[in-house]
């Protein structure tokens, strides 16, 4: 069985950093571009950012840039989000995903719930 | 930044409706583009990929179409599980992806 599981989440106050992780099972994780997306409450879907295969590329939206690093390990079939200097913009749940639709992401974590507020 | 526009926000129909959703880009995506459902408290599930193919376990009463900046997504007669929110997402670039603002499907 596929599966994604998020991790990390929490209350931070503005300022603050998180790392988030992800662990994923049932599918060839090295093969797969892995994204981060998150949905503040009540809103829609937004992209975070993602990383190639072999971490060699990484891209994140424009709100994020300088601030929140995507990585991954491979041999532990691990994706990680370093998010520092968190605002009470950046509250959301995150959700982990894997892009293995030709760039489309076809499986989901649960999600975890990133709360900035003093 | 390629930006996605869905049409209606909100959407009321019945069950056995045929209903469309539509989602524009602010430039041409060619065909990467996908579908997602999202039911509340539940993470979003891949519904169609590359325009128009069909995840595999999605009923085939859902269909997509289209290509450069317009594209729908067409559920040809509703189910009872169907009402939910549904977005659409280009992915024309590994660089940059991005949403559209979402279709709430709400029963009449």
């Known amino acids: 069985e596929v599966q994604l599981v998020e991790s990390g989440g929490g209350l931070v106050q503005p300022g603050g950093s998180l790392r988030l992780s992800c662990v994923a099972s049932?599918?060839?994780?090295?093969?797969?571009?892995m994204s981060w997306v998150r949905q503040a409450p009540g809103k829609g879907l937004e992209w975070v950012a993602n990383?190639?295969?072999?971490?060699?590329?990484?891209y994140y939206v424009d709100s994020v840039k300088g601030r929140f690093t995507i990585s991954r390990d491979n041999a532990e079939n691990s994706l990680f989000l370093q998010m520092n200097s968190l605002r009470a913009e950046d509250t959301a749940v995150y959700y982990c995903?894997?892009?293995?639709?030709?760039?489309?992401?076809?499986?989901w974590g649960q999600g975890t719930q990133v709360t900035v507020s003093s | 930044d390629i930006q996605m526009t869905q049409s209606p926000s909100t959407l009321s129909a019945s069950v056995g409706d045929r209903v469309t959703i539509t989602c524009r880009a602010s430039q041409s995506v060619t065909t990467w583009l996908a579908w997602y459902q999202q039911k509340p408290g539940k993470p979003p599930k891949l519904l169609i990929y590359k325009a128009s193919s069909l995840e595999s376990g999605v009923p085939s009463r859902f269909s997509g179409s289209g290509s450069g900046t317009e594209f729908t997504l067409t559920i040809s007669c509703l189910q009872p599980d169907d009402f939910a929110t549904y977005y659409c997402?280009?992915?024309?670039?590994?660089?940059?992806?991005?949403f559209g603002q979402g279709t709430k499907l709400e029963i009449k």
């Open positions: 995903t894997g892009d293995g639709r030709l760039g489309a992401s076809d499986c």
């Open positions: 049932g599918f060839t994780f090295s093969s797969y571009w």
């Open positions: 997402q280009q992915y024309s670039s590994y660089s940059m992806y991005s």
């Open positions: 990383i190639k295969q072999d971490g060699s590329e990484k």
